[in-house]
C-alpha cells in the first residue's frame, strides 16, 4: 500500500467545493473518479483544508492510498491528461503511509483579493470581490497588524463551524497593493488588495469574515481598533459581512 | 437620433462569438437584451471587429443608434448592472450619427497569449494557449518582423473569409515574455509569450494563423524565412495550424 501526496491548483468557481456531496461536482469526487479511471481503484482521499464552494487553490494538499505502482510522474501526468483545465495537479511523490494531509498540518496561508475599483475584469469577476467604495489603506494594515498573536476568533466564526476551540494563531496578516495584472488590469482604474494571512489554523469562514470586517473599516465604518474589542465580544453579529468566497485562495499548508 | 460608442472588455469562453446566432449566447445578443431593457428599444449594435467564439477583448468598440435621453454615464453604469460579470463596458459616449465601428476603423491591435510550460495555472486555460515544447524566442522574434509591412496574406487566411482583398498592412509586429501574473502563475514554471500585432486590417483567422505559424518556428519545425515565402506561396496549406482561439485578444480599434 502507498499513500499518494498531491499537490493541486483549481479554480473553485465551478465546483461545490472540496468535498463530496451527492449529485454536484466537487473537486473531492472529480479527483477520486479520475484517479479511478486511472489506478482502477475507488480511493477516497483527504484534504488539507476542504475549501467552500468557489473558493480557489494555489497549493492545496491531498492524500489517497493506492496499491497501483504507477510512478508519481505518471499518476500526475495521467491525472493532468484527465482531468478538466480548472483543476491542475503541481506534484505527486510518495509520502509515510502515516502521513495525513490535515492532521499533519502546522499552519496555511490563505489570501484574499479585494478589487478597488468601479469596473472589474470580465477576466477577475470569479477571482475577486469588487468594492467600489474609497477604501482606506492605513487603517486597513493598521486592522490587518491587530490580527497577530493569539486570539479568540469566536466573532469571527460562522454558525455551524465544527472546531473544537475558537482559539488560534496568526503568524503573519499583511496587505499589500498589487501591481498589474498584464491583461487583467489593461484600460481599468482603480486598485487590488491582497490580504494575506497565515496561521495555525482557521475556522469556518474566518478569512472571509476578516476580510469583511477589514473592508468595512476600510471604508471608515468601524475603526482598526475594534479588532480587539471584537476578540473579547465573542459576537459574530458585532464584525463585519462574510466577504464573497470567489475572492478567496488558499495559497499553501505548512508541515513544519 | 443619437449613435452611442461603448467600448467593451469581454471573456469569450462561454460566447459563441460577437454575432447574433439563432439560438445561442452571443456578446451581441446579450448586449442588444440589455439595451433593450434599459431603453425600451429593440436596437441592433456594429462592432469593430466581430470576433469568434472563445476569442476575448480588451477595448472592443461597438455603437447602437437610440432616441433615448439617457446620459452616457447612466447608460453604462446601467448596462454594467445588468450585464453578466464577464462583459463590461469601460466607456460610453456620443459619437457622430455617421460614425460606424467598422468603417471607420483605421487598425487594430490584437495579442495571442501562448503558455510555454507542462502545467498551465487553472486560472488562465480559457486565456492562453499551452505549447509545453521548448520554443525559441529568437527565431519567433524574427518570424515576428517579417510580419511587418504590406503583404499578400493568403497563406493565413481562413477558408469561408468574405474580406475583398488579402493585402494586408502591419503597423508592428512583436513578441514579449510576461512577467509574473501574480497569483496565475504562483508556483508553476515557464513562461509566458505575448504576440502582439497591430495592422489596418485582418483577415479571418489571420492572427491565429501566424500564431501557429510561429509557434512551429518557434519549435524549430519551420525556419523564420519561411514567413517570406508564404507570402508569396498564397496557400493555407503551407502554412502552421490555427491556433486556439481562446489565447486571443483584441486589444484596441483605431480611429486616427
Known amino acids: 500500500m502507498r499513500n ?9 468557481t465551478h465546483y461545490h467545493g472540496w ?8 473537486i473531492q469526487s472529480v479527483l477520486q473518479e479520475r484517479i479511478a479511471t486511472i489506478t482502477g481503484e475507488e480511493i477516497s482521499s483527504i484534504a488539507a483544508g476542504r475549501t467552500d464552494a468557489g473558493v480557489h487553490a494555489l497549493a492545496q494538499v491531498a492524500a489517497f492510498k493506492t496499491t497501483s ?3 508519481c510522474d505518471t499518476l500526475k501526468n495521467a491525472l493532468n491528461a484527465l482531468l478538466p483545465g ?13 502521513f495525513h494531509p490535515r492532521y499533519d498540518a502546522k499552519g496555511k496561508v490563505y489570501f ?23 477604501l482606506d489603506l492605513q ?7 491587530f490580527m497577530h498573536g493569539t486570539h ?12 473544537k476551540t475558537p482559539i488560534k494563531t496568526i503568524f503573519h496578516s499583511t496587505i499589500e497593493r498589487l501591481d498589474s495584472l498584464e491583461f487583467m ?8 488588495l491582497k490580504l494575506r494571512i497565515e496561521g495555525d489554523g482557521f475556522l469556518r469562514h474566518m478569512v472571509r469574515n476578516i476580510a469583511g470586517t477589514i473592508v468595512e473599516i476600510g471604508k471608515g465604518k468601524i475603526s482598526p481598533d475594534m479588532i480587539e474589542k471584537l476578540f473579547i465580544a465573542k459576537d459574530r453579529r458585532l464584525a463585519g459581512p462574510t466577504a464573497p468566497a470567489r475572492g478567496l485562495f488558499l495559497e499553501r499548508v505548512n508541515y513544519t
Request: glycine content about 8%; overall charge neutral.
Open 185 to 192: 488590469t489593461a484600460g481599468l482604474s482603480g486598485n487590488f
Open 86 to 98: 480548472d483543476i491542475r495537479i503541481t506534484a505527486a511523490s510518495d509520502a509515510d503511509l502515516s
Open 19 to 26: 468535498q463530496v456531496q451527492p449529485g454536484t461536482a466537487t
Open 139 to 145: 487603517s486597513m494594515c493598521s486592522a490587518a497588524n
Open 112 to 134: 484574499y483579493i479585494v478589487a478597488n475599483m468601479q469596473v472589474l475584469s470580465p477576466f477577475l469577476h470569479n477571482y475577486a470581490w469588487r468594492v467600489p467604495q474609497p
Open 152 to 163: 479568540d476568533f469566536t466573532s469571527f466564526r460562522a454558525s455551524g463551524c465544527g472546531a
Open 69 to 71: 505502482r504507477l510512478s
Open 4 to 12: 499518494i501526496k498531491l499537490v493541486m491548483q483549481y479554480d473553485g
